[in-house]
């Protein structure tokens, strides 16, 4: 696809109004369209009661790009700052997300976090389900499309029981209370 082309379908599809949260973080050539989904449904085993995270608790998605050489993970930057974009649910999950102008025979990883609060303080995926390695290869312009999987955590849980022993006329009669916290702490 020449240059004129490619120029005139990123006009046109910004005169349609197809918006996208957008991150150029370099002079490549290579554009990168993501879609967040939510990976498969996570069980709590023995909570009853306990609804797992889902979709509608994610306040905010975080995407993080890196550039991946030999196993070693470093940030992209753009101007001294790594690339980053900050999502609401309904950008993160009504659309698409788009890293422009990566280089050609490199490859990046592209991190999901999700959170259960505007402030980003309650993080409800986990890391090592929630990324993407995409390698770029030679292409003169080229328009990657991926999803990228955010696995939720497990959702703790706390509960209560009674037990208690008494021992009346070599008798054994329960009797008392306990109470046990179990928390599947997030990464």
Not at 129 to 152: G, N, R, W
Not at 171 to 177: E, H, I, K, N, Y
Request: one cysteine or more; glycine letters at 6%; aromatic letters at 6%.
């Amino acid at each position: 696809m020449n240059n004129v082309t490619l120029s005139s379908l990123l006009a046109a599809c910004v005169l349609a109004g197809c918006a996208a949260p957008i991150a150029q973080p370099s002079a490549g050539t290579t554009t990168l369209v993501l879609t967040p989904r939510i990976a498969a449904k996570r069980t709590v085993q023995g909570s009853i009661g306990v609804e797992p995270w889902k979709q509608a608790d994610v306040a905010r998605v975080v995407l993080e790009l890196y550039t991946v050489a030999n196993e070693v993970e470093t940030p992209v930057l753009d101007g001294g700052a790594p690339v980053k974009l900050v999502l609401d649910n309904h950008q993160a999950f009504n659309g698409q997300v788009r890293f422009t102008s990566l280089k050609s025979n490199t490859t990046y990883r592209v991190r999901a976090y999700g959170y259960q609060d505007v402030a980003r303080t309650q993080q409800i995926t986990v890391d090592a389900s929630s990324s993407l390695d995409i390698p770029v290869a030679y292409y003169e312009y080229a328009i990657l499309e991926k999803s990228i999987p955010l696995q939720l955590a497990d959702k703790p849980f706390a509960g209560q029981a009674s037990a208690g022993l008494a021992v009346s006329n070599g008798t054994l009669v329960a009797s008392g209370s306990e109470t046990f916290d179990f928390v599947d702490e997030v990464q």
